[in-house]
Each structure stands twice: as structure tokens, then as C-alpha cells.
T-cell receptor
Framework: RKEVEQDPGPFNVPEGATVAFNCTYS??????FFWYRQDCRKEPKLLMS???SGNEDGRFTAQLNRASQYISLLIRDSKLSDSATYLC???????????????FGKGTKLSVKP | GAGVSQSPRYKVAKRGQDVALRCDPI?????LFWYQQALGQGPEFLTY????????KSGLPSDRFFAERPEGSVSTLKIQRTQQEDSAVYLC???????????FGSGTQLSVL
């Protein structure tokens, strides 16, 4: 099983739609989870951190299900500017309190149409 | 600078040539990461530094890949005897101590012909 699995999409949705992506991870020891957004030919940028059961930030809601080892991202009222690839990122191990590496999924491509 | 700076932005190399990619992290960022991103894939971890110490190099695909950060700031990723499969975008990221948010540079797109 791959460390991080995501549906590559593309998800093509109209403006205003609600869309959800799921991501499964294999390392049960992962403690921190993130969603990064990557626009075409650009670098990834942090969208949301996901701790405990979930997190909400405006139109974006991320949820974590540790028992089933998946995290989800829900986008409400989609905007054209939401078009991007969304990368699921569980964090790897820590080094005595310092930072461990992030394991990126392949990403889910979202295209919001007018 | 205000963000993570990488150079060159584009690099074309002939197969067998050596290349060096530079990363200038945000000032004060202790942690520095190198990732490799092939077309249509997510970034793949290569190596991680905390200050000048290379704490993890498990992602380096072969001994042709070498990274250093001698003074704990600027880092260089060197690829010797480049192969076509090395063609990818090489991303550098840095972060503050104790912070989990990574700041990425714009990457170096390497094309090996």
C-alpha cells in the first residue's frame, strides 16, 4: 500500500458547488496532517493544518479519521480561484522534537468552471 | 529575502553532465528540505537539514545525488552524471524551528537531454 493515496481527479465542478476530496495514509504513527495547494507550475503552499478530529477555515473544512486512516477536505461555494491541485500531506516521524519530513500525496486536481 | 529563493529557475543539462542547484532559505529558518517533483506527481522527499546537519538523506535516489548546507543557511543539491530520469522540478523548502508550515521556493526545473 502506498504511503499516501489520493484520487487524482480531475474533479470538474461548477462555481458554487461543494466538493470533497479524500486521502488515505498508511503510517498509523502520523500525528500531524496538512493540505497543501499547488497551482499549475507553482510551488505548494499550505492551505490547512489538521489536528485531532478536524479544522475549519471559512469555506474549507478538513476532517481526520484516525481509525480509518483518512483525511478529507471539503470546499463549499467553490470559486474559480479554487482551481488547483490539492496535496494531502501526513507528517512523517520526528527527530527528537525537531521536524520530520512531510510525505506528499500525488494530489487531486480540481477545476472550477463558470 | 522575503521568501525561499532557488536558482537557476531552469536548467538544461546533457546526459552525463554534473549540475548544482542552489537554495537560499528564509533568514532564520533552521529546517531545510529538498523535494523532487516529477510531472503529474506530488513532491517526493529527498533530504532534510537542521542547520548544517543533514538529519535525513533517505530520499536521495542514488549516490549521484549529494546535498550540503555547510554554514546552515544556503544549501546546494548536486547531481552527478545526470540521467534522463533526473528530469524534474527540484523544490526547496524551509521552516522556523518548532513550526510545521513549510515555505517552498519556486523550484528549479531540470531537463536532462
Amino acid at each position: 500500500r502506498k504511503e499516501v493515496e489520493q484520487d487524482p481527479g480531475p474533479f470538474n465542478v461548477p462555481e458554487g458547488a461543494t466538493v470533497a476530496f479524500n486521502c488515505t495514509y498508511s503510517n498509523s504513527a502520523s500525528q500531524s496532517f496538512f493540505w497543501y495547494r499547488q497551482d499549475c507550475r507553482k510551488e505548494p503552499k499550505l492551505l490547512m493544518s489538521v489536528y485531532s478530529s478536524g479544522n475549519e477555515d471559512g469555506r474549507f473544512t478538513a476532517q481526520l479519521n484516525r481509525a480509518s486512516q483518512y483525511i478529507s477536505l471539503l470546499i463549499r461555494d467553490s470559486k474559480l480561484s479554487d482551481s488547483a491541485t490539492y496535496l494531502c500531506v501526513p507528517k512523517g516521524w520526528n527527530y527528537g522534537g525537531s521536524q520530520g519530513n512531510l510525505i506528499f500525496g500525488k494530489g487531486t486536481k480540481l477545476s472550477v468552471k463558470p | 529575502g522575503a521568501g525561499v529563493s532557488q536558482s537557476p529557475r531552469y536548467k538544461v543539462a546533457k546526459r552525463g553532465q554534473d549540475v548544482a542547484l542552489r537554495c537560499d532559505p528564509i533568514s532564520g529558518h533552521v529546517s531545510l528540505f529538498w523535494y523532487q517533483q516529477a510531472l503529474g506527481q506530488g513532491p517526493e522527499f529527498l533530504t532534510y537539514f537542521q542547520n548544517e546537519a543533514q538529519l535525513d538523506k533517505s530520499g536521495l535516489p542514488s549516490d549521484r545525488f549529494f546535498a550540503e548546507r555547510p554554514e546552515g543557511s544556503v544549501s546546494t543539491l548536486k547531481i552527478q552524471r545526470t540521467q534522463q530520469e533526473d528530469s524534474a522540478v527540484y523544490l526547496c523548502a524551509s521552516s522556523l524551528p518548532g513550526q510545521e508550515k513549510l515555505f517552498f521556493g519556486s523550484g528549479t526545473q531540470l531537463s536532462v537531454l
